[in-house]
């Protein structure tokens, strides 16, 4: 059966080729699981890096929250501490995972967007569509198929444990406000914004408490008209320059809380608050970084408060974060009533053959790390149940 195509099976299927994909895809090769017969990895996006692929150019590292090696990138001449940091980050994780996955021989099928996991007797039905090409760290060229083999564009693979590593960018969150799809002018989020110079000369309203809100009024500074900034809470500063132990440790306990019980996951910058690295205190000293709270409407030019008070607004960027990107799994009946799905150490406790690797307090670089040996530990234990349960039937 060609690879991609109807009834194609594998042992362990991973679904996504960001931090957390890899990081476990990094377990399961240590632990002998082959490529291709017992291991296969699709990704979405059109080339490698997960999410940084679609980050705005102006971004370098450092400029946001830490990007950490994964697991094995120093014994592979890898890593980020000593990467270019002139460089557009973006291009930078890319170019480190591409050598990644290469030396892991992952040959990660892109772009292949997973479209439904269905539960069987002995495992999932996935379905995909895309053109699953595949070579070791494919990016954009083969991607599209014109120097790689493509497969069908649509297609099923059958496994018998999925570790989803989907991650959060594929569902950005944008509240809702009255008015809001009555505004004549440009809305972007997080996920659609590409450089400060698609909004010159234009009044901008930028949305969010967290480092990407922050990031996008310093470099509007100067190149929009004007920059209103607005937040739901007022912005916790630290005074330290870099997250202190403590806030991160209760944000990823408040996370893991809201993911064995299947809540809601919190919001992280909410526990954390807002490091005072000295690009942002050399904002607030500028008087640039002054946060208005939240408007109550949003008019066809502009937002209004709930004192009356107007801001003419030719855009508006809602910095407003992601939820995780679960709508693949939907035909399982995962989620609680609370809308969030129950996980327990990375694994679903509805269901022991799906794992959920970088969810909730997975979610950070170092988060997915740690959570990668664990979770593939637990996929191997689980196929060795598996395999014992036949030889008892057999």
């Given amino acids: 059966m060609t690879p991609g195509g109807e ?32 291991l296969v990895v699709l990704d979405r996006g059109p080339g490698t890096g997960g999410a940084w692929q679609h980050r705005w150019e102006s971004l370098r590292l450092g400029a946001a929250h830490r990007v950490h ?7 592979l001449g890898l890593g980020f501490d000593s990467a270019d940091r002139s460089a557009p980050a973006r291009d930078v994780v890319a170019e480190q995972y591409a050598r990644y996955e290469a030396a892991l021989g992952l040959d990660v099928r892109r772009p292949v967007e997973v479209t439904g996991v269905t539960g069987l007797g002995d495992g999932f039905s996935v379905r995909w569509a895309g053109r699953a090409s595949s070579g070791v760290g494919s990016g954009a060229a083969s991607a599209t198929g014109s120097e790689a083999g493509s497969g069908p564009a649509r297609g099923s693979l059958q ?8 991650g959060t960018w594929g569902a950005p969150f944008v509240p809702w406000y009255p008015g809001r799809d009555t505004f004549r002018g440009r809305q972007l989020h997080t996920s659609d914004y590409r450089a400060a110079s698609e909004l010159e000369g234009l009044d901008v309203v ?3 408490g ?48 809201a993911a064995r ?36 409407a949003v008019e066809p030019d502009g937002v209004r408060w709930a004192d009356g008070t107007f801001a003419h607004a030719d855009a508006i960027v809602w910095a407003t974060g992601f939820r995780p990107e679960l709508r ?23 269901d022991p053959r799906l794992f959920f690797a970088g969810y909730g307090p997975q979610a950070s670089t170092i988060g997915a790390n740690r959570a ?11 196929l060795s149940e598996s395999d014992a349960e036949r030889r008892s039937r057999s």
């Fill in 7 to 38: 009834g194609e099976r594998t042992r362990v299927l991973v679904i996504g080729a960001g931090q957390a994909g890899l990081s476990v895809s990094w377990y399961l090769r240590r632990l002998g699981l082959e490529v291709g017969r017992d």
């Fill in 69 to 75: 090696d994964l697991p094995g990138m120093a014994g």
């Fill in 159 to 166: 496994a018998e444990v999925v570790v989803n590593a989907t």
């Fill in 206 to 208: 930028v949305v969010g």
């Fill in 210 to 257: 967290g480092t990407s809100a922050i990031g996008f009024v310093l470099e509007l500074d100067g190149i929009a008209a004007s920059t209103t900034w607005v937040t739901r809470r007022p912005v916790d500063w630290l005074d330290q320059g870099e997250l202190d132990v403590e806030s991160a440790v209760a944000a990823v306990a408040a996370q893991d809380r």
């Fill in 261 to 296: 019980t299947g809540q809601a996951l919190p919001s992280i910058v909410s526990g954390t608050g807002v490091p005072r690295t000295r690009r942002f205190v050399s904002g607030i000293e500028r008087g640039l970084l002054v946060e208005r709270p939240m408007f109550t």
């Fill in 328 to 350: 693949h799994l939907a035909p399982l009946g995962l989620r609680s009533a609370d809308g969030g799905v129950g996980v327990e150490s990375g694994a679903s406790t509805l």
């Fill in 372 to 382: 990668g040996r664990a979770i593939a530990r637990q996929v191997v234990a689980r």
